[in-house]
């Protein structure tokens, strides 16, 4: 009794305001969670390879994504008065290593100062960089012909600045450069250069490049530069030294020379403003044994402007290949059929009056031909179908076109200096694979829907409408489903394709397909009734269709996957970033699992925030709430004594004692009434006439009810927002709650409902509770029975879908209240199912010869 | 001859795959500087028939680049690249001179038809001047 006390004792602190405060929490809760499966998903979008972005927009996403995951984490932690303690620190957690993931930089290998050339591969590539790293591959597992040599490792240029004290040298003069135009750039950069230069190489390092040199068969060697990084690679490559011909003895001061020209201006000018230290862009440096080459050039294992000619193209110089590329001459060019016996299309002989040639003393200089030499090819045809055969052979080893360095010795051998990717350009805009040219043939089963997921994929129909099924999804089905279930990703790996009468491009579930890139169609509504089991099907995402049969136009019509997108760093850090975002690990609420300290990821923080705010709402304290001062009276027919607590917007009048439906604006409440007055229900039993009544009642049930159920009596109590409801009920025996939000977010929607109690022997009323759960399932609700309480939660259909669920469920309420009684046998409960199916409420199923008379 | 497409952006990750893109989808030819003070000796040193340049970089940005570039070159398209939620700059960009704009992250076609509106654009005015001439 101290409570009703406290009522009139305390000063107006109204129950309403706490309850605002809580629906406040929740309503934030809520959007924090749409956007925060919007940026998931649009993260996850960026990894299909279709989408350039930067790292701007990774730091702008994670920071957003960030943001709106701890909001949920403080509105709950608000909601649930500290409950789910645990989950700040996790939430903190996550944002940290994210943190570190988009600051990583890439870790220099620990590997020897050098490493032998016969015992490279691509792999090595990080220590090496890919120039030296190729090279390896292409002696090592094609056993093509290469140059004896050496790679001076990343290692050791990390060893060489710190060795010399270089790292902090350069990083002050790099923080302190005067740069406000191109010439001061260029000036920091000579200085720089110098600074490098003038270094000493520490004796280690030195020791160890002496005597790698000396190990070599000539003392003449080719020092080039190996950027690590493809980055690197691509914007700073081609500025860097090249020495030929130099003496193996002065490697140290080749090896400073090699390094001192990766400090061009644009390297300075990244290192300056991208605020980096000097050691995030390594450089390797390749030692070759200089080759003194008769005839040296440069082969393309296709025409790179006309691929369709099925042609390797060779330009070919004598000498050294310098003159082969930078335009002192006009090269040969052989012109040869990549088909068996390759044939020489065209063979273009030019006069080449001098030569790039090695120098006695070191060095290299242009040496003038004879004339009978300067007009002679500079190949013979046998060694130009050679180098064809190995162009080939390149291109099928590295997977894609090559751009080749060759060179043929004093002795006519041919040795291969370098191959790389070759950029073979295609027509403009020959490839758009979103624009469709014409429709297949064969008519459409179903033409709308949502793409979640682009692409199209074939397979057999199988029908998922019930969680616990997934362990029954059979390889390479398409999964067809009512509603969407985040329990795929258990089969993801061997679903084609997966289609849902509901959903959005941003739920669980399409996060999750997005990252097994499965095309996903959501919001086909009656997919399940238009698909049979067994069918063969082609679903295409992109346009929103599903054929029947397999249309192979569509299924080879996929987006191309762009390898170097998906191997830049920007792509790889997003990667890193998703894998702490994205997978979903509390997949099942009912699991035992589904606990705050299992929450791993982003995703699992969200979900798990969402799930129990809305069970939070599900048992609002309605003994504290009746406490409220704001409590109206429904005046109407039905025969419930039906109270209304408004938090904002549920009703069109506020302080009246009494309201009508008229009053009624709260759309989920409409649509339950609506449920309620179907006028095939009918109901049955008294109840108690006013508030009076009801507080004694209360008062005389309170303690022998569990909480919750308290307070009610024989009454209904609603709270109510214009997108919200809560509406408790106990109705004789038995206790009913339904907790909705509906509004025109489809994320935010959804219905929990629960049913227990009862007068009749306990296997009745588990009859019921089996009952409501095969409806409640029929409906769309996910549903569990235990004993004789019946639970069910339906989520994420549209407003319209859900107010039409909310009708049923009213009507459901009021069809089950009285039914445990009279549920004697499993016949009985069949007969009540089906005159459910049927849409008949009356009951009548009840009394078998009134039902088939 | 093929178009010469100048690209400028500080993140040399972006510049390479601009022009991987580019060079796969495209003949054109594409040069990169991750440097923008460089950009006006580069402009002397070749000829070129768009700039597409990044809004925000350091020293000197998008819109300081469309100054620079229209006094050299006043016929030169520039599509200018800025981040999501800056549409306001972007217009400023425009209204500055620039031909176009485009927000990251964009779809690879998307940067692809913004390009060939720009040059078919750019031959449109020449050939508008040549008819000036005659």
Same mark, same amino acid.
């Given at each position: 009794m101290f409570k009703f006390l406290r009522r009139f004792l305390?000063?107006? %602190?109204?129950e309403t305001s706490r309850l605002q405060e809580q629906f406040g929490h929740f309503r934030r809760l809520l959007t924090e969670n749409n956007q925060a499966l919007e940026i998931m998903a649009d993260m996850e979008e960026k990894l299909s390879g279709e989408f350039l972005f930067d790292t701007g927009y990774l730091e702008t996403q994670a920071e957003r994504l960030v943001t709106s995951v701890s909001g949920m984490v403080g509105e709950l932690d608000l909601l649930t008065e500290g409950r789910y303690a645990e989950l700040t620190a996790i939430c903190q957690g996550l944002a940290q290593e994210i943190g570190r993931e988009l600051a990583a930089v890439p870790i220099i290998p620990e590997t020897p100062f050098i490493l032998s050339l016969s015992s490279l591969n691509r792999e090595l590539a990080p220590a090496v960089g890919s120039k030296m790293a190729n090279l390896g591959e292409i002696g090592n597992r094609i056993g093509l012909p290469v140059p004896q040599g050496f790679a001076i490792t990343a290692s050791a240029y990390k060893r060489f600045l710190e060795g010399a004290n270089l790292t902090g040298e350069l990083e002050a003069r790099l923080s302190q450069a005067p740069i406000h135009d191109l010439e001061s750039l260029e000036t920091v950069s000579q200085e720089i250069q110098d600074l490098i230069r003038r270094a000493p190489v520490p004796p280690d390092l030195e020791d160890a490049l002496r005597r790698a040199a000396q190990n070599?068969?000539?003392?003449w060697l080719a020092v080039r530069s190996s950027a690590v990084g493809e980055d690197t690679e691509f914007s700073f490559a081609g500025q860097f030294a090249t020495l030929l011909n130099v003496d193996a003895a002065g490697l140290p001061e080749h090896y400073k020379e090699i390094i001192a020209s990766k400090f061009t201006s644009r390297a300075i000018f990244y290192w300056k403003y991208q605020?980096?230290?000097?050691?995030?862009l390594p450089m390797a440096v390749g030692v070759l044994a200089m080759v003194p080459a008769r005839a040296s050039g440069v082969m393309f294992s296709q025409d790179p402007h006309a691929p369709h000619n099925e042609t390797v193209l060779i330009t070919s110089v004598w000498g050294l290949g310098k003159y082969a590329v930078d335009g002192t001459i006009s090269p040969d060019l052989y012109v040869i059929s990549r088909k068996e016996g390759h044939a020489i299309k065209q063979r273009r002989v030019t006069e080449k009056p001098v030569a790039l040639a090695c120098q006695a003393a070191g060095g290299v200089a242009p040496v003038t031909l004879p004339a009978k030499q300067a007009a002679a090819p500079s190949l013979t045809d046998v060694q130009a179908r050679t180098l064809t055969e190995i162009a080939l052979l390149l291109e099928e080893h590295f997977g894609g076109p090559q751009d080749i360095e060759w060179t043929v010795g004093e002795a006519g051998n041919i040795v291969i200096l370098q191959s790389r990717p070759l950029r073979v350009s295609t027509p403009s805009f020959a490839a758009a694979p979103r624009e469709r040219s014409a429709e297949p043939a064969v008519p459409p089963l179903l033409t709308f829907g949502i793409r979640a997921v682009g692409g199209a994929a074939a397979g057999r129909v199988h029908l998922f409408?019930?969680?616990?099924? %997934?362990?029954g999804i059979p390889p390479g089905a398409v999964v067809v489903a009512k509603q969407p279930s985040a329990r795929l990703v258990l089969a993801m790996d061997r679903i084609a394709a997966i289609i849902t009468e509901v959903g959005s491009p941003t739920d669980h579930m399409t996060i999750l397909a997005r990252e097994f890139r499965i095309p996903t169609l959501v919001d086909v509504g009656g997919a399940t009734r238009v698909l049979t089991p067994g069918q063969i099907v082609t679903v295409d995402a992109d346009a929103a269709r599903v054929y029947p049969g397999i249309v192979t136009e569509l299924l080879d019509r996929q987006p191309e996957t762009d390898e170097n997108l998906r191997n830049s760093s920007v792509f790889q850090k997003l990667r890193r970033i998703l894998k702490l975002t994205s997978p979903l690990n509390l997949l099942d609420p009912e699991n035992s699992d589904f606990r705050a300290d299992k929450c791993q990821t982003l995703h699992d923080l969200t979900r798990f925030c969402h799930e129990k705010a809305m069970d939070a709402m599900f048992t609002p304290d309605v003994e504290r709430a009746?406490? &409220? &001062?704001?409590i109206s009276r429904l005046a109407t027919d039905l025969p419930l004594n039906l109270f209304i607590l408004d938090l904002g917007g549920g009703l069109k009048v506020s302080g009246q004692e009494t309201v009508t439906e008229e009053d009624i604006v709260s759309r989920p409440f409409k649509a339950l009434l609506r449920g309620f007055h179907h006028p095939g229900v009918s109901w049955a039993g008294q109840v108690a006439p006013d508030l009076k009544g009801f507080i004694s009642v209360f008062a005389n049930t309170m303690y022998d009810m569990n909480k919750g159920e308290r307070g009610l009596g024989g009454k209904s109590f609603a709270i109510v927002t214009d997108s919200y409801l809560n509406f408790n009920s106990r109705l004789g025996y038995h206790f009913g709650l339904v907790d909705a939000y509906i509004s025109e977010e489809r994320n935010d929607n959804y219905i929990s409902f629960q049913f227990k109690g009862g007068a009749a022997a306990v296997q009745r009323r588990e009859r019921r509770a089996r009952l409501l759960k095969q409806i409640l399932d029929e409906m769309g609700f996910k549903a569990q029975a235990k004993g004789d309480l019946v639970q069910g939660r339906l989520v994420k259909y549209s407003q319209l879908e859900t107010e039409g669920i909310m009708e049923m469920a009213g009507l459901l309420m009021a069809f089950c209240r009285q039914l445990d009684l009279a549920l004697s046998s499993e016949n009985v409960l069949e007969r009540c199912l089906d005159a459910f199916k049927k849409e008949d409420y009356s009951l009548k199923c009840l009394r078998p010869e009134e039902a088939t008379s | 001859m093929p178009e010469r497409i100048l690209v400028v952006d500080d993140e040399p990750n972006m510049l390479r795959l601009l022009k991987t893109i580019l060079m796969d989808k495209t003949g054109y030819e594409v040069t990169t500087t991750n440097?923008?003070?460089e950009v006006s000796k580069l402009l002397q040193e070749a000829h070129y028939h768009l700039v597409i340049s990044d809004l925000k970089m350091p020293l000197v940005d998008g819109m300081d680049l469309i100054d620079i570039i229209k006094k050299l070159e006043p016929g030169l398209p520039i599509i200018i690249i800025t981040a999501y939620g800056t549409i306001e700059t972007a217009e400023e960009a425009i209204q500055k001179g620039a031909y176009d704009f485009i927000t990251k992250p964009f779809r690879k076609e998307t940067i692809l038809i913004t390009i060939r509106r720009a040059l078919e654009w750019k031959r449109m005015q020449g050939e508008l001047a040549a008819l000036k001439k005659q």
């Open positions: 305390k000063e107006e %602190v109204d070599l068969p000539t003392p605020q980096f230290s000097v050691n995030e409408l019930h969680d616990e099924d %997934v362990a009746l406490e &409220s &001062s704001r | 440097n923008p003070l």
